[in-house]
Nanobody, 124 residues
């Protein structure tokens, strides 16, 4: 099992940027697909982005494509989510997650390990 801790959330104006970090401990994440999900109040947890073990392949929700970028540093056991051109609809708690799978990465059920989340609020 890997422990995940997100950081970097906060309050930002529309059009602003934030960089979320996910620090892993307990074991290396180099053997895991890593993902970011988000959950707004009263809504389901939605897929945001995922990155394969090597970092060579990334996947994004249509709503964030072109604005968000996921990356990883396996040597430091870190995963990042760079969020640009933020919109009020991006407001949510953002979660980092780890998966042993390499397919169907948009489903939360594919991820066994989760962080506690970090709040992102985008004001209009």
């Amino acid at each position: 099992q890997v422990q995940l801790v997100e950081s970097g959330g906060g309050l930002v104006q529309t059009g602003g940027s934030l960089r979320l970090s996910c620090a892993a401990s307990g074991r290396t994440i180099s053997t895991s697909t890593m993902g970011w999900f988000r959950q707004a109040p009263g809504k389901e947890r939605d897929f945001v982005a995922a990155i394969t073990k090597s970092g060579l392949s990334t996947h994004y929700a249509d709503s964030v494509k072109g604005r968000f970028a996921i990356s990883r540093d396996n040597a430091k056991n870190l995963v990042y989510l760079q969020m640009n051109t933020l919109k009020p609809e991006d407001t949510a708690v953002y979660y980092c997650a780890a998966s042993v799978y390499g397919t169907n990465l948009r489903s939360p059920a594919r991820y066994a390990d989760w962080g506690q989340g970090t709040q992102v609020t985008v004001s209009s």
